[in-house]
T-cell receptor, first 113, second 114 residues
Framework: EADIYQTPRYLVIGTGKKITLECSQT?????MYWYQQDPGMELHLIHY???????EKGDLSSESTVSRIRTEHFPLTLESARPSHTSQYLC????????????FGQGTRLTVV | AQSVAQPEDQVNVAEGNPLTVKCTYS??????LFWYVQYPNRGLQFLLK??????LVKGSYGFEAEFNKSQTSFHLKKPSALVSDSALYFC????????????FGSGTKLNVKP
């Protein structure tokens, strides 16, 4: 079992609240990713990081922000949650190697009411 | 540009029958190809990957995949489906020139009926 953890697993929150989704990995991986998964299944890359103090926006525009102060930690923050942010958020990590697979956390299912 | 296509939203198969989940890709350089499975309310689990070498790759839970360079395909297969194989399956690709990102297909829902 891959050692990448996401908390909380489920979150129901009111509109306008600030939230942080946590993602931690104990594998020493340099690269980390956040994906947003539609109810219709498709995965969209919203943020990624090559290492400490490096973050990049993904292919899908997102109002969320990320930080990478420590190798093992890659939190995602929404300053003001809206119903359109309701989705599943998946965190993943991988090594620097070009042919290595990504390891995924269990996901956080966010519902904004 | 890199991309992955999974042409079938859903595949239905009877238990004990062989299954195939299709995937085609487009990359600039040599591809690195992956299959993942997702069960309800879970993250993605790695099944297998193709890097180089034999075109037939064997992975977890009896799954295998066949790499076909001329058809730019990487179809997932299993000789005998189980009801417990019912899940979402995602194909993904990286390439040798832009390997910082994984590009995922839209997913295929596999239904195995008893």
């Amino acid at each position: 079992e891959a050692d990448i953890y996401q908390t909380p697993r489920y979150l129901v929150i009111g509109t306008g609240k600030k939230i942080t989704l946590e993602c931690s990995q104990t594998m020493g991986h340099d690269k980390m990713y956040w994906y947003q998964q539609d109810p219709g299944m498709e995965l969209h890359l919203i943020h990624y990081s090559y290492g400490v103090n490096s973050t990049e926006k993904g292919d899908l525009s997102s109002e969320s922000t990320v930080s990478r102060i420590r190798t093992e930690h890659f939190p995602l923050t929404l300053e003001s949650a809206r119903p359109s942010h309701t989705s599943q958020y998946l965190c993943a990590s991988t090594t620097q190697g070009e042919n290595t697979e990504a390891f995924f956390g269990q996901g956080t299912r966010l519902t904004v009411v | 540009a890199q991309s992955v296509a999974q042409p079938e939203d859903q595949v239905n198969v009877a238990e004990g029958n062989p299954l195939t989940v299709k995937c085609t890709y487009s990359v600039s350089g040599n591809p690195y190809l992956f299959w993942y499975v997702q069960y309800p309310n879970r993250g993605l689990q790695f099944l297998l990957k193709y890097i180089t070498g034999d075109n037939l790759v064997k992975g977890s839970y009896g799954f295998e995949a066949e790499f076909n360079k001329s058809q730019t395909s990487f179809h997932l297969k299993k000789p005998s489906a189980l009801v417990s194989d019912s899940a979402l399956y995602f194909c993904a690709v990286r390439d040798q020139y832009n390997f910082n990102k994984f590009y995922f297909g839209s997913g295929t829902k596999l239904n195995v009926k008893p």
